[in-house]
């Protein structure tokens, strides 16, 4: 491949497929997050994201991600531009991704906000009916969730590029508003994508911090029938899970997932409609201060990106 910036590291081919994320890194697991998770252990309520109606239910896996860096989630002042300039500034023709599609899908939109009619008209996404799609959160400065998912995919596009993926965007701001949740799905459908990630920020109480993945539960109504993406969907998220951990430097959830980062949940009309692995992604609380001053610092977002990018680099690449 023709890019490996200063700070990228690439994907490591000799990984099992299957590996537990925990083995042998348990003892590298820094005091910070040993600390996350006890909190995490001896508190939290469920915590409101998007789309959200219904208990997320604590994922079964045993799979927590862990660190084996020390990486600081410190925010940066500066507001990094979406990507490095690589040296080599083609999509690579070629690199371990060549032939596989990602479809990405930044969570809401920044248009949202004026079609609210548009927006709240209902979509069957199987087990019942929701909202074509929402507002999404802000931070209490006003920093949108929109404008954060977009940012984050651009520059998560460019990284999955550079390995040499086709990906796509099921919106980039060019849209009067949505596309509804229903519509999303079907894009990764249609795509035949290999793996699909929906970038999100969530809403919750101050106090509840760190990220969490969304892994679809087994659902099997109406249009909705996830048994064929729930096993790979799971490998994806916790590949996605341990990759953030350990190049964010953020946490796990305090607030669902008992520590794991993992969330499994039934009520999502984006996973429910999937026929392709998917998973969600909330990168932090935008209503945290401290989890804001990270999603509002373009070069924690830029660690974000890299995280979920070799995520899904790994669980691609197998
Ligand atoms: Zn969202």
Known sequence: MSYVGPDFDPPQPRRPRRRPLTVAVAALVPGALLGWLVYAAVGGSGGGSEEAVGTPTASTS???????????????????????????????????????????????????FQHTADINKKVNIGTGWKECDTTGTSTNSGYTEAKFTLDVAHRLR???EQQGATVKLTQDGDRTYGPCIDERAKIGNKAHADAVVSIHADGAGAGQRGFHVILPGKVKAGAANTGPIVTSSADLGERIAGNFVRVTGSAPSNYVGDGTGLVTRK??????????????????????????????????RQKAARGISEGIVSFLRG
């Open 62 to 112: 045993s799979s927590a991600p862990t660190t084996n860096s020390t990486s600081s989630g410190a925010p940066a002042t500066d507001d990094a531009k979406p990507s490095p300039t690589p040296t080599t500034s083609a999509p690579a023709a070629s690199g371990p991704l060549k032939g596989k599609v990602v479809v990405i899908d930044p969570g809401h939109n920044p248009n949202n």
């Open 158 to 160: 460019t990284l999955l």
């Open 267 to 300: 009520d999502l009309g984006g996973l429910n409609l999937s026929t392709v692995p998917k998973v969600f992604i909330e990168c932090g609380n935008m209503r945290d201060s401290k989890d804001a001053a990270l999603l509002t610092s373009g070069a924690w």
